[in-house]
């Protein structure tokens, strides 16, 4: 099987949105989420990685992200951080999805 670079990226751009929440805002909650959904996205690539049906971690990840982030985007009408964080997992999602 394939190694799924787009998903490792999706996982790591999570990651880092992360980091850089907490370095300029100092917000605790960004650097956790970023963490926790990072590291699952990224298990989640590396999981399609290996098998490329097994793809429901990277679907509910870019799911649970795509609501939430969406939601905050869709309030805001920011842009940054929220916004790319949803178009991200919008077409993380859609990937996902064809593969259902």
């Not at 905050?72 to 996902?96: D, E, N, T, V």
């Amino acid at each position: 099987s394939r190694t799924d670079y787009l998903s490792y990226g999706y996982g790591l751009a999570i990651i880092a949105g992360g980091l850089v929440g907490y370095a300029k805002a100092g917000s605790l909650p960004s650097l956790a989420a970023g963490l926790v959904f990072g590291a699952a996205a990224t298990f989640g690539a590396y999981q399609t990685s290996l098998n490329s049906r097994n793809f429901y971690v990277t679907l509910l990840t870019s799911g649970v992200l795509l609501g939430v982030m969406g939601s905050r985007f869709y309030r805001s009408g920011k842009f940054m951080p929220a916004g790319l964080i949803a178009s991200l997992s919008l077409l993380q999602f859609s990937r996902m999805g064809l593969r259902y």
